[in-house]
């Protein structure tokens, strides 16, 4: 399994990326799933739903499966985060793992990054920053040997990723 993350602020056109990536990703026959860290309180559910009077109820967690699709719901009885590598312990075997999100996590990254924000950059500092995917590489603010894509092409970014699979091949062990 391959992971690659995408970090940058709120509004910057992450899930965009992913979503367009995702595309080229299944379009070469690669199955890909995605983790993507919320920053607040969501719900996937709706009130009166049985699933949701289960978790009202005090179910620890609650499986919802159909011919079509699994969706599994997990209350957490102490207010916590989970990691990212406890997250992609969940995940069933497949070619990527696409992690919105996390950007303090210890893998291998592509900042998204808009001149347009004003925000201070991660990759000058951050080592696990190995790329930066941007609508504006001549104005990065600070010179960078990393590769620097268009945030309009992920094709360029799907094909190196796949021509550097070894990179961002996962192995739990190393990430205790």
């Known amino acids: 399994m391959n992971v690659v993350?995408?970090?940058?602020?709120?509004?910057?056109?992450?899930?965009t990326l992913v979503e367009r990536l995702i595309g080229e990703l299944k379009g070469r026959g690669l199955r890909v799933s995605?983790?993507?860290?919320?920053?607040?309180t969501f719900?996937?559910?709706?009130?009166?739903k049985d699933t949701w009077r289960?978790?009202?109820?005090g179910a620890f967690e609650v499986l919802i499966?159909?011919?079509?699709?699994?969706?599994?719901?997990?209350e957490y009885e102490v207010m916590g985060q989970p990691t990212v590598h406890q997250l992609l312990a969940e995940m069933?075997?497949?070619?990527?793992?696409?992690?919105?999100g996390f950007k303090h996590a210890d893998l291998p990254k592509v900042?998204?990054?808009?001149?347009?924000?004003g925000e201070v950059p991660l990759y000058p500092e951050d080592p696990f920053v190995f790329a930066v995917a941007t609508d504006a590489a001549s104005s990065l603010p600070v010179a960078t040997q990393r590769p620097v894509f268009d945030l309009?092409?992920?094709?360029?970014?799907?094909?190196?990723?796949i021509e550097h699979t070894d990179r961002f091949d996962y192995n739990p062990d190393h990430h205790g």
Not at 6 to 15: E, R
Not at 65 to 74: F, I, N, P, Q, T
Request: net charge neutral; with cysteine; hydrophobic share 40%.
């Open 92 to 100: 069933v075997e497949c070619d990527w793992v696409l992690v919105e």
């Open 43 to 48: 719900d996937i559910d709706h009130p009166g």
């Open 5 to 15: 993350c995408f970090c940058g602020p709120s509004g910057v056109g992450k899930t």
């Open 111 to 117: 900042e998204v990054w808009r001149a347009v924000l």
């Open 65 to 74: 499966a159909s011919g079509h699709r699994l969706a599994k719901m997990r």
């Open 34 to 40: 995605v983790i993507k860290h919320a920053h607040k």
């Open 54 to 57: 289960h978790r009202q109820a």
């Open 152 to 161: 309009d092409d992920a094709p360029a970014l799907a094909t190196y990723l």
